[in-house]
């Protein structure tokens, strides 16, 4: 079907000849597959950047498995359960977390606590290569925190916060068999933490730059009113995060770990990667419509041009020219109008998505706005991870689409009688 005739015809009808309207016509058939190719691939990096770069900042701060009691319960002896663990090969380390309100000159706000014992914190995240200044190993009476909530409470190495305990409110305010709340000693006064900052940790994602504070766990037992000892979980790393199902049925099978639930890293945020998924297919979807418009352009300009060379297609044909041919040279036209505009659309695509973080700055200093708030979007830059699977899908769904625009205008094209083609006044 295909021969070097038919590719010929088809780049010299396709060709410029000099004049304005000669050049446009096939610039602006191009024009749109690299505009719809381009947005496609810029918008696929970025979901598949939120994707890799949650990711990342999750493994910087979250185990791949962690053991809890139910109902929330604290796990006592936690030091048992870690021994037993380094027993069959895992690398585990307690915590003990939950909400606190933190206090400073000027500010009052709630936060998450995270009690951490330094010393196996380290094999189980990666928390100590995120701090940017101060130090990792902290004493009973200091603190890490993020950089945003620095920058937001104005707090420096040095620095005190004010930590009020929970547990104090636990112990005081309680309900009765009827849901009536009872004031155990409304007389009765705490004492609240009085902790310093050793050091500041940026993790890259807003969630646990600005939320969530890191003590020793022996002070967040004090601060939590649990005992010595005591984790809320146990964490637990992995050599391969893909493959902790295993590592979950190898302890399920153990038998030395009963009455604590095991969570994969998968199952505690599979509703957010799951929206991050169904977001990204969908905007596919979406944006393929910008393909199949620019498609429009091809068949509009390639039936501008079977109009223009009406008079020799009929000549063609009059001298024996199949329909396989005439059909082949315009479906080659829009391969090739495709081609161009796939390709040029990948370059502009693939320079998009390098250059993000200049194109962001430009367009923050010359609008000023905030193109990516991170206190919304979790992350500190805008993400973007190019898979060249998704260049493959890309490129060959969007060539496919501009071959198809140049369909109806071929099929035209075949449609013509030689002896009204040669009677056509071009």
Known sequence: MINTTSLFLAWRYLKPKGTFISWFIPLLAVLGPIVGVAVLIVVIAVMAGFSRDYREAMFRFQAHLELMMPDEEPIHDADT????????????APEANGPAFVQTRRRLAAKMIRGIDPATEQHVSKLKESIIRGKYEIEEDE???GNFLAMDFNLRIGDKIIVHPTGALREWIKFDENDEIVIEDPGKVYSPEELTVAGIYSIGMHLYDNEIIVTHIDKANEVFRSEWGDATVIKI???DPERVHEVRKAIGEDGGFGGL????WMEKNAEFFRALAVEKNLQFFVLVFIVIVSSFSIAATLITIVIQKTREIGVLKALGATQRTILSVFLLQGAIVGLAGVGLGTVVGLLVVNYRGRIQEFIEWAFNISVFPPELYMLTVIPAHISKRDIIIIDAISFVICVLGALIPAIYAVSLQPTRALQHDS
């Open 81 to 92: 359960y870690i021994e037993r663990l380094r027993a069959l090969g895992f690398k585990a």
């Open 143 to 145: 603190v890490l925190i």
């Open 261 to 264: 639930a095991a969570v994969t």
């Open 237 to 239: 790393w992995t050599d």
